[in-house]
Nanobody, 123 residues
Framework: QVQLEESGGGLVQPGGSLRLSCAAS????????IGWFRQAPGKEREGVAC????????YYASSMKGRFTISRDDAKNTVYLQMNSLSPEDTAVYYC????????????????WGQGTQVTVSS
């Protein structure tokens, strides 16, 4: 059974940092790309970043590059999203997902999803 479980969300002040974790289990070797997405209230889900197996390749949404860093520890079956310089506009539910396709931030190409973790940036 495929499971993706996010953790690490919470309340952070503007300018602060958070590190999200995505623990994966039950994935076959076909699911070699893990991505992070987010969805704010009233907005569509948007891609944040994704990483290939072993972390050799990454791809970021242009608006996230420089502030967010995705990494992967296959020994722990965990993917991380380090988020820095957070602003209220980053408030959203953050999801991790798995795909059998290449590096992509198209949500429709991911068919395994976690339940999400809430990130709130507020003073």
């Amino acid at each position: 059974q495929v499971q993706l479980e996010e953790s690490g969300g919470g309340l952070v002040q503007p300018g602060g940092s958070l590190r999200l974790s995505c623990a994966a289990s039950g994935l076959s070797s076909d699911y070699y790309v893990i991505g992070w997405f987010r969805q704010a209230p009233g907005k569509e889900r948007e891609g944040v970043a994704c990483v290939s197996s072993s972390g050799g390749s990454t791809y970021y949404a242009s608006s996230m590059k420089g502030r967010f860093t995705i990494s992967r520890d296959d020994a722990k079956n965990t993917v991380y999203l380090q988020m820095n310089s957070l602003s209220p506009e980053d408030t959203a539910v953050y999801y991790c997902a798995a795909t059998r396709y290449g590096l992509t931030l198209g949500a429709w190409e991911y068919d395994r999803w976690g339940q999400g973790t809430q990130v709130t940036v507020s003073s």
